[in-house]
């Protein structure tokens, strides 16, 4: 006997409608995503696609759902960043993961530091995305009220400089990790403590310089020694030349990166400090580059992994109506590593 044939990969909606016994509409509503649609109709049409083979017109299928399938991640950064910060690579790995789960694409959407210009929101007006993911946002941008205005759903890795009423966010307790880097260096019996913050115009530097100087302040310490980097080794390292110059009596340092505390290790070598025994050093991050500097840093841990899969998931939720309209406002907690550094 000779195999049966294979079914037919011409299968059209009405032949699905047939083979299930429902009509067209409801067929149609099936297979796009089971709006007002029965279990018991829902199963049948299923049953009937996996029988035909069927496999929708991708264009036909958006003209219904009015859905791309797709997710822009909107990071207002230059590519060398992007493409050489671990913060980055876990971010885009997390979403990567969620979105491929759900059978949807990631659009990644770069732009200046803190330029999100004219042709990144012509992109999300014209929605060529069914939503935005918004990472390492700064000031200036004001994404959360450009999105707010265009009604796309959306969703921040982050604190949102202003408008943080307006949009769901995730982010991690940035406060309390300074806090705690500020007490792991008191613990070890500093007492002339620096910081290299990192950029004034985002709110995760903003909020790390704030819980530093809160934890220094309930201990009676002074709190005036303050350089900003930017988030890379050059910049930690330059940073922490300046703080040295000005403050060469500098015994603990908490650095609001380990990228930048890479470079303050560096600054600190350079000009004969031993660490952690002249001066003891804390990072935020611990994605992977704590563990390799010399010596090892003693970090806190940012859970970007978990934000970013959490968000994202928001994100899907939102675009299938399956959330709230009332924005949602997540803070992941933050821990001590403790390494070799302090």
Known sequence: MEPPDPPSTNATLDDVARVAGV???TASRAVNGGAKVSARAQAAVDAAVSTLNYSP???ARSLVTRRTDSIAVVVPEPEDRVFTDPFFAGTLRAVSRVLAEHELQMVLLLAPRGAVGDRTLRYLRGRHADGALVTSHHRQDRMAHRLAELGLPSVFC???WSGS???TYVDTDNVEGGRLAAEALLARGCRRIGTVAGPEDMTASVDRLEGWRA???AAGVLRDRVAHGD???AGGE???RALLEEHPDLDGLFVASDLMASGALNALRATGRRVPQDVAVVGFDDLGVAEHTSPPLTTLRNPVAEMADQATRMLIQQIRGQSSAAPVRVVMPTALVVRESC
Do not use: D, E, H, Q
Request: proline residues 10%; without cysteine.
């Open 165 to 167: 009423n307006l949009v």
């Open 57 to 59: 017109n991708p264009a």
């Open 158 to 160: 982050g604190r949102p």
């Open 23 to 25: 009509s067209r509409a």
């Open 231 to 233: 988030f890379t080794v």
């Open 215 to 217: 934890g220094l302040a």
């Open 238 to 240: 330059r940073a922490t």
